[in-house]
């Protein structure tokens, strides 16, 4: 059996070396749809397959906050303590939160992203240090200022030298002991995002004097908790076990535990595998792996039917060769054998070809990323691992087999003696072969009409995510974030941000300048705050998108104040507390009523002692709040009214802003010569970072589509010149009664355009139903921003394209058929 088997790969390869230009044409296009599914699928191993190096992380659990805007929230450090003495169903249970930190490496200072951790963090995870020890509960009892610092900052900032352990690191201005290093592999369990450093939670207050003593206390939601199941506890058990821990824990503090309208907030328990990308990100992430893997397969099934089509006219063309090896005595299962051998062999060389290209792929769209913002790492690795070769061998396999077996069937189905005997017969199998042909054609018509649209819809939503259709009134901008130093108390941050606003409006060519929380209409621009509002959250502080903001900013970013008015430079520390809302925060929290009088607290970010705020102005529910579809409730408050150690420097130019990000640097440190700087950048520049997905989104589909529609397009040529070569002696007796070349012309492209018009149409159909489903996906909100899925103008675009192509496709071997001479054919 394996001899026969071996013996018909062997022949497999001389047929395939005698027919170079068909061999190559299907390698490279099914090279192309194979490499892209491994690049697809290299990306999505490690985003959600690729293990942490953790001890059995079969038994740990991820545990979040849930309230009525989202499921998956932060817990206070008093709950993750309460939490770890009086649940019965884990072993152990740690915390970890997320946190920025400024640290000075080789004389310059950066920003770093890290975790603040329980002290038994790392033990709980099981992570095996490179180099020293992980915190313990002396560390703690002692206060002790520690911190295991990561690879990549070990190499960066120590040199990789052994010696590093014992030595301290400034990190937020204050002196750390490294007690270890952890592995090049560790990254944290921040999915996507790489931490460097890890220091114990109750540091906080010192590395940060200013919010830090308010982390600790049941206000601060920040943490996230992870724990390790008893043995023989299962997930479901322990959900169970957590439901009424959450009610005990709302009945003990109704304040932090409730709801806006009383109930009980609850524990959300994931399972860590789910936890590698955040739990509320994992339907986006499946949906985008999911689009992605459609658009690669449908350019992939083109190619398939196109390749389909070339073997079938070769089987066909072929058929006297197998009608002689059946009457030899070879069976029809071996006949179909042997055929598939060749398509396998065929798919193999592609699919060696297709991890090249996925190399390639990853490494091109690597060098699209644009320079990310100072201090943040991704957390990634699509490399081309075991499960990678895994897919792509069983995917090449399923791939020869999908695209051989048609033709393979219909070449075995051969009748032997009318094909030895050259009779009429044989042209049952041509017409047999001739109909699937047809019906191949109209699939890749049809495939290609919808990568087409699908590429059409995607960039006429990315000329939308601009800054210009996103509600900024200009894009000519320079964006400064600023990181203030976290032992400056608030007079202090105020003057700093009074001297940069000062600075800044003096330069040359500034128009206008704000200030803002993050980036405005980015995927980061809102923070969530717990808020009380006077008279209606009578049930304690609730969670609110929140964001502060400088003097004239919604005036000076074109958001229209509906009612009230915009904050101004009397609105600091000393004057009454004030605070603007949105129409949706007044349509949720008084019925649509005006807010204007009315009084909100924050207290994680309004005037000292928490102080009700009274609402001044109402804006309107503006584009560049968010790229999500739900505007949700917004407050907003003053600076000079804030504790805020990070802000955005919104510049606005009056021309060209690429000669102010100089000014702009220098007018920062003017103020301060210690606030980093590197990150200064135009708008555009910023926002490049944030179209990133969109763009390779955008570049994947047109590139699909292109190629798609040129395989339509060889495959409608190909099928309308075999028709043409199969016709010449038909052809020939219409030119000898008489038919003009007009007639023949116009009659082969009639007849060419027929299969074509069927896949449009069928297309058309797909098209429609499948961007209505698509609308419906959390992805495509961002993915077609701005843009209907029933699109017209992408529709009809892209239909009038794709026939002009096939019509062009059909015209060329119309041409030929037009010039058939008569009397040769005759003599035939």
């Not at 006429?460 to 000519?476: F, H, T």
């Not at 959250?537 to 903001?549: H, K, L, N, R, Y």
Request: with cysteine; net charge positive; charged share 15%.
């Amino acid at each position: 059996m394996m001899d026969s088997l071996l013996a018909d790969f062997r022949y497999g390869a001389r047929m395939l070396l005698k027919n170079r230009a068909v061999t190559l044409v299907a390698v490279v296009s099914l090279a192309a749809g194979i490499g892209a599914n491994t690049a697809v699928f290299s990306i999505l191993n490690a985003a959600l397959f690729q293990p942490r190096p953790l001890r059995d992380s079969g038994s740990l659990v991820q545990l979040y906050l849930g309230d009525r805007d989202m499921a998956y929230g932060s817990m206070s450090w008093p709950s993750y303590l309460d939490l770890r003495e009086r649940n019965t169903v884990l072993s152990d249970l740690a915390a970890y939160g997320i946190q920025q930190f400024r640290v000075i490496a080789r004389g310059e200072v950066e920003q770093i992203w890290g975790e603040a951790v329980s002290p038994n963090y790392f033990s709980l995870l099981g992570v095996q240090l490179q180099l020293g020890r992980p915190f313990d509960e002396t560390d703690i009892a002692a206060h002790a200022s520690v911190a295991v610092i990561g690879h990549q900052l070990w190499q960066r900032a120590f040199g990789g030298d052994t010696a590093a352990v014992g030595r301290t690191i400034l990190l937020n201005r204050q002196a750390l002991t490294i007690v270890g290093v952890a592995p090049r592999d560790y990254a944290g369990l921040t999915g996507g995002l790489a931490s460097e450093v890890w220091v114990p939670g109750l540091l906080m207050p010192v590395l940060d004097p200013v919010s830090g003593p308010h982390m600790l206390g049941r206000n601060g939601k920040w943490l996230a908790l992870v724990g390790r199941l008893k043995p023989g506890t299962s997930v479901a058990q322990a959900r169970a076990a957590f439901e009424v821990l959450g009610r005990e824990m709302h009945a003990a503090h109704p304040d932090e535990w409730s709801n806006s309208d009383g109930s009980a907030r609850t524990i959300s328990l994931v399972p860590e595998s789910q936890t590698r990308i955040h739990p509320a990100m994992r339907l986006p992430a499946w949906a985008a792996a999911g689009l992605l893997f459609a658009i690669v397969n449908l350019v992939l099934l083109v190619a398939c039917m196109n390749l389909a089509g070339v073997l079938l006219a070769r089987a066909v063309s072929r058929r006297g060769e197998i009608a002689v090896r059946m009457a030899m005595g070879a069976s029809r299962r071996r006949i179909v054998r042997q055929l598939l051998a060749e398509s396998v062999l065929l798919a193999a060389i592609a699919g060696a070809a297709g991890m090249l290209l996925a190399t390639w792929l990853l490494n091109v769209a690597v060098a699209m990323m644009p320079a990310l913002p100072e201090g943040i790492r991704i957390a990634l690795d699509p490399r081309l691992d075991w499960r990678v070769a895994t897919f792509t061998l069983g995917f090449t396999t399923l791939t020869g087999i999908l695209f051989g077996l048609a033709p393979a069937l219909t070449g075995s189905r051969a009748d032997v003696a009318a094909v030895l005997k050259d009779e009429s017969g044989a042209g049952t199998v041509k017409r047999g072969a001739s109909r699937l042909r047809t019906a191949l054609l109209v699939g890749q018509v049809a495939g290609a009409l919808l990568l087409l649209i699908g590429a059409g819809l995607v960039l006429r939503s990315l000329d939308n995510i601009r800054p210009a259709r996103l509600g900024y009134k200009s894009e000519l901008m320079v964006v400064a974030p600023l990181a203030l130093d976290e032992s400056w108390d608030r007079d202090r941050q105020h003057a700093f941000y009074d001297g940069v606003l000062e600075k800044a409006e003096a330069l040359p060519g500034v128009r206008a300048v704000s200030l803002f929380e993050a980036i405005p209409g980015g995927f980061l621009s809102r923070t969530r705050r717990g808020t009380e509002i006077e008279g209606v959250t009578t049930g304690g502080p609730v969670e609110i998108d929140a964001a502060v903001t400088g003097p004239g900013y919604f005036t000076n970013m074109g958001v229209p104040v509906v009612a009230g008015r915009d904050f101004n430079r009397g609105d600091r520390d000393g004057a009454p507390c004030v605070a603007i809302v949105n129409r949706a925060f007044a349509q949720r929290y008084f019925s649509g009523a005006s807010p204007i009088g009315r009084q909100i607290r924050s207290y994680e970010a309004a005037a000292r002692g928490g102080q009700w705020c009274a609402i001044v102005g109402m804006i309107d529910d503006a584009a560049l709040q968010s790229l999500e579809p739900e505007v949700r409730p917004l407050f907003a408050l003053p600076v000079f009214q804030a504790s805020q150690q990070r802000m955005m420097l919104l510049v606005h130019a009056a021309g060209d802003p690429g000669p102010l990000v100089p000014a702009v640097r220098a007018a920062i440190r003017g103020v301060d010569a210690g606030i980093p700087v590197a990150d200064v950048h135009t708008l555009e520049q910023t926002f490049s970072v944030m179209l990133y997905p969109f763009r390779i989104v955008g570049a994947l589909l047109a590139s699909c589509g292109v190629l798609a529609l040129l395989l339509a397009t060889i495959g409608i040529h190909g099928v309308v010149a075999y028709s043409v070569e199969t016709r010449r002696r038909e052809l020939g007796i219409r030119v000898a009664l008489g038919a003009a070349a007009r007639d023949i012309v116009a009659l082969v492209v009639r007849q060419g355009m027929k299969p074509v018009t069927i896949g449009l149409l069928i297309g058309l159909a797909l098209g429609l139903a499948l961007t209505r489903v698509l609308a419906s996906l959390p992805l495509a909100t961002q993915l077609l921003f701005g843009v209907a899925a029933t699109d017209v103008i992408s529709f009809v675009a892209v239909t009038l394209f794709l026939s002009l192509s096939a019509l062009a496709a059909c015209y060329l071997p119309a041409r030929k058929a037009a010039r058939v001479e008569p009397a040769a054919i005759l003599r035939t």
